[in-house]
């Protein structure tokens, strides 16, 4: 029914900023966002890594003229023009992404093995933002059957595969590349418009729903940050709350509540607390948010969620 050939490109994500670092630390190292800010902390005292407490995924000037350069003498591709990157709406733009203070250093000579390790994933992902897309030549198929249209029925099979022509950026991604497209797997051969093909073998499979995953450490680390819950600076230590509270417990790296949780988010849903809800903390932050840029009044804005609190404990 319809064949198409053309070059795709993926572009690189942005250095990291702390939410993103406390994810990757998880994915590629199984360490937990405390884990990860407390090696970024001495990497950051040492002076070998910017302040790691941030939310922006963009570069200081000097520091992607820094990486050109660099590229320029390792021969990585560049794009022609640097890169910027979308912030999220609330984004705090007083920092820049974390990133090595020296790109000239690779490793992180001077730090401890963990220390070692944590600064090649922050350099990696620094020189990769301003390097240039990966290119690939993907081919897309629609295959319809005859026999179904004949009988009444209007299947279509799509199917997509790819194969890397310039590896742009990831000549720097290793195995922690996790993004890797699917595709790269699902070879389609070459085909024309309204070819006809035999079916070699047909198979009918009965398939469930599946419920939501269970969040691992990383994965709440990002809907924490895409609800408006906590800061930069936060994510860590609410993670170590929850934990160390008895809350949560984790299982094979899956977060899983415990009674005491279970009990505690029961008691408290059914009083109608108002600051369990997401809304309510995402505004409070937002006022906090405000009052950090000088924008309002300390006093005033903790005297309302007081008054809203008191007023809920009171009912």
């Known amino acids: 029914r319809g064949y198409v050939e053309r070059v795709e490109s993926r572009s690189p994500s942005g250095a990291f900023t702390t939410s993103s ?64 990157f ?31 390790k944590l600064y090649k994933l922050i350099w990696r992902q620094a020189v990769a933002s301003q390097l240039a897309d990966a290119t690939y030549d993907a081919r897309l198929v629609l295959l319809e059957s005859v026999d179904a249209l004949e009988n009444g029925y209007k299947p279509v099979f799509r199917g997509k595969g790819s194969k890397l022509k310039t590896p742009g950026f990831r000549v720097l991604m290793g195995g922690e590349d996790k993004e890797e497209d699917s595709d790269l797997s699902n070879p389609i051969p070459k085909l024309t418009q309204d070819q006809v093909l035999s079916v070699l073998k047909a198979d009918v499979s009965a398939k469930k729903t599946k ?3 269970r969040f691992t450490m990383p994965l709440l680390v990002k809907k924490l940050e895409n609800s408006g819950i906590g800061r930069p600076s ?82």
């Open 234 to 315: 936060t994510y860590a230590s609410i993670m170590d709350n929850i934990m160390s509270r008895g809350y949560i417990t984790e299982e094979k790296k899956k977060l899983i509540p415990s009674p005491l949780g279970e009990q505690l988010w029961d008691a408290l849903n059914s009083a109608k607390f108002s600051f369990i809800q997401v809304s309510f903390t995402r505004s409070i932050e937002s006022q906090l948010d405000l009052v950090s840029e000088g924008k309002a009044n300390y006093g005033q804005a903790i005297s309302s969620m007081w008054t809203q609190l008191g007023a809920e404990i009171a009912a």
């Open 21 to 84: 670092l406390q994810q990757a630390g998880g994915n590629v190292f199984g360490w937990s966002p405390k884990k990860v800010m407390e090696v970024a902390q001495k990497l950051f005292e040492g002076g070998l890594i910017t302040y790691h407490r941030t939310d922006s995924p963009n570069l200081s000037v000097e520091a992607i003229e820094a990486i050109r350069q660099l590229a320029q003498t390792k021969h990585y591709p560049l794009p022609e023009s640097p890169r910027r």
């Open 86 to 116: 979308r912030e999220k709406g609330d984004a705090q733009g007083a920092h820049e992404a974390v990133r090595p203070t020296h790109f000239e250093d690779e490793v992180g000579e001077e730090a401890d093995a963990d220390g070692r």
């Open 211 to 213: 419920p939501p995953v």
